[in-house]
């Protein structure tokens, strides 16, 4: 395999070393509460928004949605998906070799997203480290436009890393760590139009540094975000005795990609602009008197209170949002989604407390607060309820 010459190179313990052997390239950005529309049958993914533009972001993307749900649902009628941690080798793939590469997926998990990382342990160990896996290729492909290369990125670059997810797809990993993906996707059902739709969000970040309206930022978001919210549930599973449609639950998922980005973004406002960009939509600045040169100055004022306050609104809807969901997922599950969704909310909490300058101080959630939440997340991850149905 490829990747084992790629293993070699970059010894255990060296994650940092593994995410560097990827090609990098400018730091990307990462949105209404989606209208609780319903759409005729819709199987047909983003790539179809080319063919309708009339249609607007939420419907485009609940379109992938329904498709991911659909694979899912699929996947219950049949019998259940052998989960066990082989040791023989067949021939062409070397379990050792597999199990060590997940584990890898494990160490840059753990040095990347402590917190995350703590939540996954008490997940069963096939779901585990298949969350790690889905985890790692995010990372990476976040590297590419967001790591210390990230000026070198080029369209066909991205090109090349999606040739890549195309052919772990098909069982042909690239390196070590595709191959723990590949087989993720190979035991789950993990549909791969949210993978695409994130190197499509890195595409949008090469040539797009200005939102015209909500619908434009939405998205975006959804590239870089919510996709991470419909690749990760096929693993982390709904509960048996969830009474949820599969749809809600993936629509929570979405919604909690999609505030965590909005949030991202509110946060990095002054670093953002200071390399030129503003993830704000355009329309909305204007309603509020602001313009690119109020943001590029910096300066607090009640126009800027006014229009971060509403900002603020909206990313707290999303994040009530995905609440709904997450009592639906495996009880295993629930812990580490908690965990993520009250920490990264409480960067909310932060802005206000900074008076909203979020262009010279960032906004941080401090060490006893974030420790604070653990036990908060976890009580709440045993307290399973349907509010869903
Ligand atoms: C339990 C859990 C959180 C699982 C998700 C695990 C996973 C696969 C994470 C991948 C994250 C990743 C590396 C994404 C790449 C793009 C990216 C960096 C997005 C930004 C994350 C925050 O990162 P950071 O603060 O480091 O940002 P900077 O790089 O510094 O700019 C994002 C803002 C978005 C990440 C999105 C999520 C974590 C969505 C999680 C949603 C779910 C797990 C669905 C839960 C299910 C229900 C039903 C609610
Ligand atoms: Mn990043």
Redesign the pocket.
Known sequence: MAGVLLWVVCPKGNATALLSLIPRSGKH??CRVHQKVKFSTGVSAISSAVANPARSSEEKVYDVVLKQAALVKEQRGKKPLDLGTRTETDGFTDWDLLNEAYDRCGEVCAEYAKT?YL??LLMTPERRRA?WA??VW??R??ELV?GPNASHITPRALDRWEKRLDDLFEGRPYDMLDAALSDTVSKYPVDIQPFKD?IEGMRLDLRKSRYMNFDELYLYCYY??GT??L???PV?GIAPESKASVES?YN??L???IA??L??ILR?VGEDARRGRIYLPQDELAQFGLSDDDIFRGQVTDKWRNFMKDQIKRARMFFDE?EK??S??NAASRW??WA??LL?RQILDVIEENDYNNFSKRAYVGKVKKFASLPVAYGRALMGTSKLF
Do not use: H, W
């Open positions: 950005k990462r995350f939540g996954t969350v889905i985890y995010c990372r492909t976040d967001d994130m870089v975000a991470v919210g690749m990760s549930v982390m639950v929570a998922a919604a909690l990609g965590n980005q949030t991202n990095d995905a969901g997450v639906e997922l580490p989604v993520s969704l990264y």
